[in-house]
């Protein structure tokens, strides 16, 4: 297949962009290159494999390649709670207009379409949350991600609202939960938890990539939760495990009210797929570990 991977270059993009070439797909990355080439770098001499330098507002060029596809898996997006404040007048423009100009090209020219959405959608609750439950969008981030789902359910593609990541691709991220605990505790024997008690469910990002091409494959539409019920995770139980690896040291927990605590059920998505994780948090955590050791650090 003919696949197009927007934001192709980043901490997910540019493993996703590894497993598919390893399976023979052609795979075209669309990435304005914002962080830096160390996510495509690997796969340019790839003849399977061709970088198209743009911004995600170019939307004569978006809809130029995406007729040209057989498969679009849109990852481009502003992400996270810190990066949309940031650019928090570029947030609306870029993950919810972008996304939905390309979700009504792929539609009228009858390319499938998956676009990565996020669990954080579901906020703040005590319940399990399943893909019917109430949204309760909590910052820029999550409510720019739930305008954008409309347009693309609307439009018949796949929704995939994704676990927290965590575990090493070509650009790692050291802002998100165990990635950031990780680096934090190796380097300073110290490490300041806050919301200890609060649930996320997290996910390896292989694992993810795997998923997100079993979906592609099964040509799934709507939306599912991608994840698996095992791996909600409270903060206190991922310091314990990391401190269980690296060592002695020292946990400082803050008081402090985390407005995204939630608990997600997966088992619509297992049902589809019935694929097994193969990366534990015990296994991202020993290969964070060893690629801090060898000094790659990206932020």
């Known amino acids: 297949m003919r696949i197009l991977i927007t934001g192709g270059a980043g901490?997910?993009?540019?493993k996703l962009t590894e497993t598919l070439l390893s399976q023979g797909h052609d795979v075209i990355v669309?990435?304005?290159?914002?962080?830096g080439s160390v996510g495509v770098?690997?796969?340019?001499?790839?003849?399977?494999?061709k970088l198209i330098k743009n911004t995600i507002n170019n939307l004569?060029?978006?809809?130029a390649v995406v007729k040209d596809v057989d498969y679009v898996i849109h990852l481009a997006a502003i992400v996270g709670e810190p990066s949309c404040k940031q650019y928090e007048s570029s947030v609306y423009g870029v993950n919810s207009g972008a996304t939905s100009w390309i979700s009504k090209c792929a539609y009228n020219y009858d390319i499938p379409l998956l676009f990565l959405s996020t669990c954080s959608n579901y906020g703040k609750t005590d319940k399990v949350v399943r893909e019917d439950s109430p949204?309760?969008?909590?910052?820029?981030?999550?409510?720019?991600?739930?305008?954008?789902?409309?347009?693309?359910?609307?439009?018949d593609h796949l929704v995939l609202r994704?676990?927290?990541?965590f575990g090493v691709s070509y650009r790692v991220r050291y802002d998100i939960t165990i990635n950031e605990f990780v680096y934090q505790y190796y380097r300073d024997k110290l490490l300041k938890v806050y919301g200890e008690d609060?649930?996320?469910p997290y996910l390896h990002v292989q694992d993810a990539c795997n998923m997100i091409i079993q979906c592609m494959e099964k040509d799934l539409r709507g939306v599912y939760n991608v994840g698996f019920n095992d791996l909600n995770y409270q903060k206190k139980e991922i310091v314990n495990t990391i401190v269980d690896y690296l060592g002695e040291g020292k946990l400082e927990y803050v008081k402090f009210?985390?407005?995204?605590?939630?608990?997600?059920?997966?088992?619509?998505?297992?049902?589809e797929l019935k694929y097994q994780y193969k990366f534990s948090l015990k296994d991202g955590i020993r290969e964070l570990y060893e690629e801090i050791q060898r000094g790659v650090i990206l932020k």
């Open 11 to 14: 901490y997910l993009g540019s």
């Open 30 to 35: 669309y990435d304005n290159l914002f962080f």
């Open 41 to 49: 770098i690997p796969f340019l001499d790839n003849p399977k494999y």
């Open 60 to 63: 004569e060029l978006i809809e």
């Open 135 to 155: 949204l309760e969008p909590l910052g820029l981030y999550a409510d720019s991600k739930i305008q954008a789902e409309k347009v693309v359910l609307e439009n």
């Open 162 to 165: 994704m676990s927290t990541l």
């Open 198 to 200: 609060t649930w996320r």
């Open 257 to 271: 009210d985390d407005p995204r605590d939630y608990k997600v059920n997966f088992d619509k998505i297992q049902k």
